[in-house]
C-alpha cells in the first residue's frame, strides 16, 4: 500500500509514508471487512460514515506539511485511522466525532492502541475546539459548503487548514488555507468526494444540500 502511495499518486513526504506504514489500518476498520483493509478504497464503518481511502489520508495529511512539534485538531474522527496517523507525526491530535456511538468507539481505541497524544471530544466539530485553539493545522475529513469560519479563526499565523468544500454533498474539492498576519492564502489541491459535514457551519443533518 505504502508503495502504491509512493510511485503512483507521489506521495513525496517520506514521514507521512513512514506514519502509514506503522498504522494497523485493519484494526480501523468492521471485522468483516478486514480483508480489504489495504486496498485503496474508502470502506463503510458504523453510523453509514466510512474510513477514507489511504491516498486521501496521506495527500491531506501531507498538505498540512508537518514537523513533528505540531498541535491538530482533526473534524470527523470517525474509525480513528486518520488521528492515529497524524499522531505518529505530531505532537498533539485533538479529534471531534459529533455521533456519539463512534466517538465512544474512538475513545475506547485511543485507549487501547495506546495514543497517548490523542483527545477525544464529542460535539459539533465546525465550532472546533476554542479552548485549545490556535493549532498549527486543522484537517476536517467530511465535505461541507464553505470554510467553517470558526476553524479559520482557530488557525495559528503560519497554520494550515485542509478542508472538502462543495456546492453539493457528493462532490467538493480539496482546499488548503494558510493563515497569515494579513489574512488567509487559498489553494485548491483537487477533487475528492466525502461524508457531509454536518452542523451548524456545514450542512443540516435532515436537509440534502441544505446549509444551516
Avoid at 16 to 35: G, I, K, Q, T, Y
Avoid at 103 to 115: N, P, Q
Wanted: glycine share 8%.
Amino acid at each position: 500500500m505504502v508503495d502504491h502511495l509512493r510511485e503512483y499518486y507521489k506521495i513525496g513526504d517520506e514521514r507521512v509514508l513512514e506514519a502509514v506504514n506503522r498504522v494497523p489500518r485493519h484494526l480501523f476498520v468492521p471485522d468483516a471487512l478486514r480483508s480489504q483493509a489495504y486496498k485503496d478504497n474508502a470502506l463503510p464503518i458504523a453510523a453509514r460514515q466510512t474510513i477514507s481511502q489511504p491516498f486521501i489520508v496521506a495527500r491531506m495529511t501531507e498538505l498540512l506539511q508537518l514537523k513533528g512539534h505540531e498541535r491538530v485538531l482533526e473534524i470527523g474522527g470517525g474509525s480513528g485511522y486518520q488521528a492515529a496517523v497524524l499522531s505518529a507525526l505530531t505532537r498533539r491530535v485533538y479529534t471531534i466525532e459529533r455521533l456519539p456511538t463512534l466517538a465512544a468507539e474512538l475513545k475506547e481505541k485511543v485507549v487501547r492502541l495506546g495514543l497517548r497524544n490523542v483527545s477525544v471530544r464529542c460535539d459539533d466539530g465546525t465550532n472546533g475546539w476554542p479552548i485549545y485553539s490556535p493549532f498549527d493545522a486543522i484537517l476536517v475529513a467530511a465535505g461541507g459548503p464553505e470554510i467553517p469560519q470558526p476553524l479559520a479563526d482557530q488557525l495559528e499565523i503560519g497554520g494550515r487548514l485542509v478542508v472538502p468544500v462543495g456546492h453539493t454533498q457528493t462532490s467538493q474539492m480539496l482546499v488548503r488555507i494558510t493563515r497569515t498576519a494579513d489574512g488567509f492564502i487559498e489553494e485548491e489541491c483537487g477533487a475528492c468526494v466525502f461524508v457531509p459535514l454536518i452542523g451548524q457551519h456545514g450542512w443540516k443533518a435532515d436537509g440534502a444540500d441544505s446549509k444551516n
